[in-house]
């Protein structure tokens, strides 16, 4: 019925286009990923035991069902589609359409999959559209334009400083867009860029304020072109009532039935978390410098069973100079706060899904692809930087049709599990008593891109990464850890712009 209606909005649009005009965008990508040892162990056995909550801290991925191959592949499409409906000088409407999760889905999957279930306090300031419905509405708005402001009513979405949180997804593999339901206010006062925004993050249950989730902040960007400066700072708090139900945790809950997945959850209840996000950009010369510190503080609902402190955060830098018309060269770094596992707070960062730094590492949701563990609903792209401290030195040559991307990345985790403590899994969301301590290498990873124009509009890329793993993989929560074993990536795509 949502199919019918579209095509049957597109029709009676396009023929009304001559009083209405309307400009059509929008991406359509199709891929193919292969990931040698996606378990990253040299063992063909399955001990990940994943159902037992008293082995929650081990990270091994499980075998994936009948055949016990270590070896993924998949194939992939992302496809939206953006009619811009210009109203007249001080009116446009826009909107952004999609098929399924992640705008897209899988090719020979067709169930729409949903974002990952259990980990509501882990991934609390983020808002994406689930991908429940066949067709996926992720921006409905209109943009009011008057001598003092812009107004942006509906639903849009926000990017802001790196895109470290607040990331609108512009490139055209991302996979996500930021939502935000709501107003937000466009004011500029000569270089300064102000915009308060209200949102109703959700309204499921009852419309009363018993069930309510809101939030509302505002964000100032100075930007100079003459200085190549920008600055700014976003402050926003987003409250959800006690009665509010879409957010489910189960940090320290128990699997209760391995056939199905099923596990015990909570809601969070009553949460009041703060964001101060603070960022820089500079450009001297050839080289260009970008920073970001995004805080997260309040309280974040029950997680440990009353209200609980969140004390989250991260630092990221981004640098590269320019040396040639051809040659870039940069290096980027971050610090990303994991959590020790201590009850008196939540402290584990988790970065938007659209920034990545490798073509591996923390690139996907590995326990997608046996989808064994408990969270059948989740998605392969459902992946986010977290608990790291990495560095990343990367070269970028170009010429007329093609760009070709080299890049090492090392990573070491901010917090591992200690002997006879309560630690965090932050791969599962979930806490454990540790029988051993965890090494706290991640690995180094080597990338190679490349990206060809086949014309301005279609671009034909690849791929590949391959990562010496860290020992911090080997952890099962015993004084044996596995052995770990060396991963690569390969991936083509093809790109349409219209």
Known sequence: MKVVLLFFLVFILSNNSHALPIDWHGVLGFDTTSIDSYRRLDKKSDDSNFMNANNGGTQELPLGGSGGKDSAN????????????????SATIKSEWTTGYGRGGRLGDATAQSNEPGFGNALYPYAFNDGSDAIVLNKLYAELYSDTATYVLGRHSAHYGLGVVYNSGEDAWDRFSFVRDGITAKIKLSNFNIEPFWARVNSKGSLTKATRVKEIGVSLVYDSIERDMSFGLLYAKKKSSA??????QNISGTFVNPDTGTYTGSSLGKTDVKIIDVFFKKSFGMLDFGIEVPILSGTVGSVFGTDTKYKAKAIIAESK????????FGINAGQVSGDDGNSTSFD???????????????????????????????????SHIHNTMYAKAFASYTLEKWQWDLGVIWAKADQTAQLGKTSYNHTTNKTFTANANQEDDLGTEIDLNFKYLWNSEISVGGGVGYLFTGDYYGFNNTSSPNKVKNSYVLQLNTAIHF
């Open 74 to 89: 998949w194939q992939s499409y992302v496809f939206r589609i953006e009619p811009h409906i210009i109203i007249n000088d």
């Open 348 to 382: 584990a960062m988790y970065l938007n899904p659209n920034y990545q730094i490798a073509n591996l590492l923390f690139r996907y949701n590995l326990r997608a692809v046996s989808s064994q563990d408990g969270t059948t609903s989740s998605n392969v792209y459902d």
């Open 321 to 328: 100079i320019k040396a040639s018309n051809s040659w870039t």
């Open 243 to 248: 009665a509010n139900n879409e957010y489910q």
